[in-house]
């Protein structure tokens, strides 16, 4: 009994048994509690993410309200920025428009003319077309037209004032195109004096050439002779003594016109001479120098030209002695029944002076029309000292300063 193995009882097993369940079951309990206290703690740590998340939120969130805000007040600002903007934008329209008005109303010759003011200013346009091209112009009717070629009225687009063009029709002679040039640079240089027709432009094309010179609106001296017959006393000195004026500029810059005769002394609307028409003037005839060639109206013409010996500034004096003869008269100092019996009498005989001429009037002719161009008045001593202009005042002619015995009819030329 002492060696063998004792088995437990049946009672002692079931106890045992017993044991081990009791034993087992806060076991399990232990199990399922840290199941649940793990799935706790997953909610919290959860919880907890969730938290930390909204709170690294929430400045983003205050910085989107923020900027919001910020963006809410900058729209604002620009907005009156942009209230301010408009507002200057639109005063300086307003202003803008103001002035062009104000300028366009000073421009426009009409209402210049309704004002009272008396002063017409040409139109200006904002942009004004480019004068050298011959398309920028209307062309409204013919002045006049001549051996060289024809004038026209014109006026370039959208302005009202006018212009005067000569139209030349080209040719190949070299001497031909030389003219042309020699007027364009007198109508250049006749800027220097009021006396003298201006030139505004010269240009060209394939066919044509053209210039572009002021619209004297007063007609000629010829229309004037028409109308009023023989001149008076005081409107032959005033005249002519503006065309002294005119002439003694020119020939101080070696040109010589040589072809002075009353249709191509225009007027102004307000009575004063412009010397017009240099299509055959010569160029470089200073003191000793010559021209040559047979230039002119016949009537006009000096010894010197008809015998075709060469000559100077001095045919100019003989023709402007024909114009005051032709003034006083409405006839020619010399015959004109045939063309040869004028240069006959041109060059052999003395003019007829009506006995009604004054004695001063009559020795201003005779020195004047003196065969011997080197002892013609003019080109020897001093025309302005005579005594038949002892009352003009020069520098206030010069000037202007002197008004016109009458004031010329206008040619109507008003654009429709």
């Known amino acids: 009994m002492g060696g063998s193995k004792q088995t437990p009882s049946r009672g002692l097993t079931r106890k045992r048994k017993m044991k081990e369940k009791s034993e087992q079951v806060p076991k399990n309990i232990k199990v399922i509690r840290t199941k649940m206290e793990d799935k706790n703690l997953h909610q919290e740590e959860q919880a907890k993410e969730k938290n930390s998340k909204k709170r690294a939120r929430e400045p ?9 805000k910020e963006r809410g007040e900058s729209s604002k600002r620009i907005k009156v920025m942009t209230n301010k903007e408009e507002e200057r934008s639109h005063n300086s329209r307003a202003e803008h428009e103001k002035k062009e008005k104000s300028r ?27 004068p050298h091209k011959i398309k920028n112009y209307e062309f409204h009717m013919e002045l006049g037209n001549g051996t060289f070629g024809k004038v026209m009225l014109a006026s370039l687009a959208n302005c009202r004032e006018q212009v005067a063009i000569k139209v030349m029709q080209k040719k190949d002679q070299q001497a031909y195109v030389n003219m042309i040039l020699a007027e364009a640079r007198t109508l250049r240089t006749s800027e220097g004096c ?59 810059r070696g040109i010589v016109h040589r ?11 307000e009575g004063h001479v412009k010397i017009a028409d240099f299509g055959t003037v010569a160029e470089g005839i200073f003191p000793g120098m010559k021209a040559y060639g047979l230039f002119g109206t016949y ?16 045919v100019d004096w003989w023709a402007f002695a024909v114009m005051l003869y032709k003034m006083a008269t409405r006839r020619y100092p010399f015959s004109q029944n045939s063309i040869q019996k004028l240069i006959h009498s041109v060059m052999y005989e003395q003019p007829l002076f009506p006995v009604n001429f ?16 080197n002892k013609r008045l003019g080109t020897t001593g001093d025309i302005r000292q005579h005594q ?9 002619l010069e000037n202007m300063k002197i008004s016109p015995p009458a004031k010329p009819r206008a040619v109507s030329t008003s654009l429709q």
Request: net charge neutral; aromatic share 10%.
């Open 60 to 68: 983003t969130e205050a910085h989107r309200l923020k900027h919001k």
């Open 104 to 130: 366009k109303r000073k421009a426009d010759p009409a209402e210049e003319e309704a004002s009272g003011s008396g002063v017409k200013k040409p139109c200006v346009p904002a942009k004004k077309p480019n």
């Open 194 to 252: 009021p006396f003298l027709c201006r030139g505004y432009a010269a240009f060209q094309t394939k066919l044509h050439a053209f210039l572009v010179m002021e619209r004297v609106r007063g007609g000629n001296l010829q229309d004037l002779i028409d109308m009023e017959g023989q001149l008076t006393r005081d409107s032959i000195i005033f005249y002519s003594a503006e065309v002294i004026v005119g002439l003694q500029y020119l020939h101080s």
């Open 259 to 269: 072809d002075l005769k009353p249709p191509n002394i225009l007027l102004s609307a």
């Open 299 to 314: 009537y006009f013409m000096a010894p010197e030209i008809l015998s075709r010996t060469g000559y100077d500034a001095g």
């Open 358 to 373: 004054s004695s001063d009037f009559r020795e201003l002719l005779q020195e004047l029309l003196e065969k011997n161009p």
């Open 388 to 396: 038949f202009y002892r009352s003009v005042d020069w520098t206030a």
